[in-house]
T-cell receptor
């Protein structure tokens, strides 16, 4: 089983619909992230969370919200989807930068979202 | 604020050639640098992680180096194969902030 699991893997929806992308991890990491990837624009950070009570905006948080339900779960919501949110979305996890940890980042397989 | 640049954006080489992919970063107080591989439409696979105290890491035909003073990392691929064709991304971690990614180098190895 994958260490970082994203659901759904593919979703087609219509403008104005609410969409939730879910991420769960079995690595025991405190830190979780949501990125989107668009051709030519690279990976852009949407939101990140360094522990269950910590939520931070990334560079492109407008139109998105997140929920950290538990250490292992981090969900991304699009309250009212629009076509320019069509993209490949990735969840990632890492441990911290304490002496005993490396900060290595691990990714899920991605969720392809199409908004018509 | 850390910025990461990868040049060139695309590279095409014949099979069997040794090659180097470049990654530059602006904050020399880097905690680690990580190289990833991404196949089209797929997730990112971690290839190598270099801690700030290390100069290089090796895995099979891959060797990654880190030079903090010059703000550079390189990924060396020996004896390239068509199966190495993918996009390679580097990302730097500085302080208590998320990793910053370069835009990647798209590698094509021609048989």
């Amino acid at each position: 089983d994958a260490d970082v699991t994203q659901t759904p893997r593919n979703r087609i929806t219509k403008t104005g619909k609410r969409i939730m992308l879910e991420c769960s991890q079995t690595k025991g990491h405190d830190r979780m992230y949501w990125y989107r990837q668009d051709p030519g624009l690279g990976l852009r950070l949407i939101y990140y969370s360094f522990d269950v009570k910590d939520i931070n905006k990334g560079e492109i948080s407008d139109g998105y919200s997140v929920s950290r339900q538990a250490q292992a779960k981090f969900s991304l919501s699009l309250e009212s989807a629009i076509p320019n949110q069509t993209a490949l979305y990735f969840c990632a996890t890492s441990d911290g930068i304490e002496v005993t940890s490396t900060g290595e980042l691990f990714f899920g397989e991605g969720s392809r979202l199409t908004v018509l | 604020k850390q910025e990461v640049t990868q040049i060139p954006a695309a590279l095409s080489v014949p099979e069997g050639e040794n090659l180097v992919l470049n990654c530059s970063f602006t904050d020399s107080a880097i905690y680690n640098l990580q190289w990833f591989r991404q196949d089209p439409g797929k997730g990112l696979t971690s290839l190598l992680l270099i801690q700030s105290s290390q100069r290089e890491q090796t895995s099979g035909r891959l060797n990654a180096s880190l030079d903090k003073s010059s703000g550079r990392s390189t990924l060396y691929i020996a004896a390239s194969q068509p199966g190495d064709s993918a996009t390679y991304l580097c990302a730097g971690l500085s302080g208590n902030t998320p990793l910053v990614f370069g835009k990647g180098t798209r590698l094509s190895v021609i048989a």
